[in-house]
């Protein structure tokens, strides 16, 4: 199971951090990734990033704003979103697969949280 933490309400030009804990599993095991779906659109990759932390991707648009990263002594992974745009507004899940090396697309995704809400406001 994955569960997000750390959305909610913050200005454009701000920060917030993501958090997702993941249990019941070896976690540096698994791929992670998060996939932000805002209203009336489909789910979509932003960050991705491998068991050992060493592969980290990322869709252009958040690139030098978004930084994805986790702690696999507490089965943790975080997005830290920094410089916030009103176009950044979704509801962020946290994502896992076990049989990909990074998670880039939603076919890859084995397991998902149930989403935490990022609101930004101009």
């Known amino acids: 199971q994955l569960a997000e933490s750390g959305g909610g309400l913050v200005q454009a030009g701000g920060s917030l951090r993501l958090a997702c804990v993941a249990s019941?599993?070896?976690?540096?095991?698994?791929?992670m990734g998060w996939f932000p779906q805002a209203p009336g659109k489909e789910r979509e990759f932003v960050a991705t990033?491998?068991?050992?932390?060493?592969?980290?991707y990322y869709v252009d648009s958040v690139k030098g704003r978004f930084t994805i990263s986790r702690d696999n002594a507490r089965n943790m992974v975080y997005l830290q979103m920094n410089s916030l745009k009103l176009e950044d507004t979704a509801v962020y899940y946290c994502?896992?697969?076990?049989?990909?090396?990074?998670?880039?697309?939603?076919?890859?995704?084995?397991?998902w949280g149930k989403g935490a809400l990022v609101t930004v406001s101009s």
């Open positions: 994502a896992s697969s076990l049989l990909s090396d990074v998670i880039m697309n939603r076919r890859a995704v084995d397991t």
């Open positions: 019941g599993r070896t976690f540096n095991s698994y791929a």
């Open positions: 990033i491998s068991g050992s932390g060493g592969r980290r």
